[in-house]
T-cell receptor
């Protein structure tokens, strides 16, 4: 079992819809969780961090964390074609380093 | 505030050669982590430096090494290059050591022929 798992996609949503990206992790001791966006040919860009159970909102983005279920998600409201990218989930698995999932490719159709 | 910078951006080397990559973190950041990104393996952690000391290391052979200078700039060295070392090498800087918010540079694209 991989330490951080994501569906590779592509996840295709129409413009204006809500995109829901999911990530599960195996280490119950994980404390810090991050979402990065990576455009093709570019480096990852930090878009959200979350440390406690519940929801955290930032503009059109909402991160959700459920430590009991070992699950973290990212919701993108009012999806735009410019949101089309690969979204990477990163978890501090207790080894004081980030472990990244393989990423979910999101396609927003105009 | 200036972001993370990496040089060079692109590099072509021959198998058996060695290479040195450079990373300058965001001003005030003392932690620099290095990652290798390939289509097959994704983003894999190489090592982290904080206050000029290696604090953590991933599962890479000893051919991969690094160092950090007193101004927090970091270099990564790969000796005896292999074809499989072709990848995007990313450095990320952070205010704190360990699994904290990390900000990536643009990366160095290394091609080994």
């Amino acid at each position: 079992q991989k330490e951080v798992e994501q569906n590779s996609g592509p996840l295709s949503v129409p413009e204006g819809a809500i995109a829901s990206l999911n990530c599960t992790y195996s280490d119950r001791g994980s404390q810090s969780f991050f979402w990065y966006r990576q455009y093709s040919g570019k480096s990852p860009e930090l878009i959200m961090s979350i440390y406690s159970n519940g929801d955290k909102e930032d503009g059109r983005f909402t991160a959700q964390l459920n430590k009991a279920s070992q699950y973290v998600s990212l919701l993108i409201r009012d999806s735009q074609p410019s949101d089309s990218a690969t979204y990477l989930c990163a978890v501090d698995t207790g080894r004081r380093a980030l472990t990244f999932g393989s990423g979910t490719r999101l396609q927003v159709q105009p | 505030k200036a972001g993370v910078t990496q040089t060079p951006r692109y590099l072509i080397k021959t198998r058996g050669q060695q290479v040195t990559l450079s990373c300058s973190p965001i001003s005030g950041h003392r932690s620099v982590s290095w990652y290798q990104q390939t289509p097959g393996q994704g983003l894999q952690f190489l090592f982290e430096y904080f206050s000029e000391t290696q604090r953590n290391k991933g599962n890479f052979p000893g051919r991969f090494s690094g160092r950090q200078f007193s101004n927090s700039r970091s270099e990564m060295n790969v000796s005896t290059l292999e074809l499989g070392d072709s990848a995007l090498y990313l450095c990320a800087s952070s205010l704190r050591q360990g699994g904290y918010e990390q900000y990536f540079g643009p990366g160095t694209r290394l091609t080994v022929t």
